[in-house]
């Protein structure tokens, strides 16, 4: 299990030194690594990061990758729930609790019927935020009428506008839909920013129960990338 939040965490997020109900652990749904191409957090910063955060369970959701989700399951002191954030020709989808990558470029509705047949779960990041690659209204909708969506992303930690996670939480009420929270980190010290506080869970259906009894926590931060000498392993097959 990981540590008690460190000073340095505590400072960047206050909110992690919450106590956490019994039985219940902090879950961070939104996460990249140097898998995902536009992120250059490497195994080690992130099991830094995960120590300090005392995050317990860390979603990892490369860009249309699942690579590196699998090396680290037995490398962070967390548990790792192997996900994807793939790209769609109508905005972004993550699929969690994955075995296989699912290409990008397909169809929505493809790409939730693919996660489903893995086992995993429909979850929705940032879905109202404009200057993301959020999926289109019109085409979230569709999904949810066909009953193709699990979950959506209520609480994103580079979200900078409250009114848009206020919007997707009405939303998810309004459809009857779990709700997650993540720090969508692109740098390590990101981690923990937004998550959920969750009853604990064994399995996808256990976590999709859980979703809907949690609440998510956390606030709006993504700090500029600080340079500092690194080598960034190859992540090429």
């Known amino acids: 299990m990981p540590s008690l939040p460190s000073p340095e965490a505590l400072e960047r997020h206050p909110h992690l030194g919450e106590p956490c109900p019994e039985g219940w652990v902090r879950v961070d749904f939104h996460s990249h690594t140097m898998w995902s191409g536009d992120s250059t957090t490497t195994p080690d910063e ?17 860009h249309n990758a699942i690579r590196g989700a699998a ?12 996900g994807e954030e793939l790209k769609t020709h109508a905005g972004e989808i993550i699929g969690l609790f994955l075995e296989e990558r699912i290409p990008q470029g397909i169809p929505p509705e493809v790409a939730a019927r693919n996660i489903r047949e893995q086992g995993g779960i429909v979850y929705v990041p940032h879905p109202f935020d404009p200057i993301r690659n959020n999926l289109r209204s019109d085409v979230l909708d569709d999904l949810v009428a066909s009953d193709l969506v699990d979950g959506i992303e209520v609480l994103n930690g580079k979200t900078s506008l409250t009114s848009l996670n206020k919007k997707a939480s009405d939303y998810a009420t309004e459809n009857d839909l779990a709700i997650g929270a993540g720090s969508d980190a692109h740098v390590a010290e990101a981690i923990g920013a937004a998550y959920m506080q969750m009853p604990d869970f064994d399995n996808p259906v256990d976590f999709l129960k859980s979703m809907r009894l949690g609440q998510p926590v956390g606030h709006y931060y993504d700090p500029p990338r600080r340079w500092k000498p690194r080598i960034v392993p190859s992540t090429a097959d």
């Not at 005392?54 to 979603?59: F, Q």
């Not at 090396?71 to 192997?82: A, F, G, K, S």
């Open 71 to 82: 090396e680290l399951v037995d490398q962070l002191p967390c548990r790792v729930v192997i």
């Open 46 to 62: 992130l099991r830094e990061s995960v120590v300090a955060s005392g995050i317990d369970v860390l979603c990892v959701t490369d």
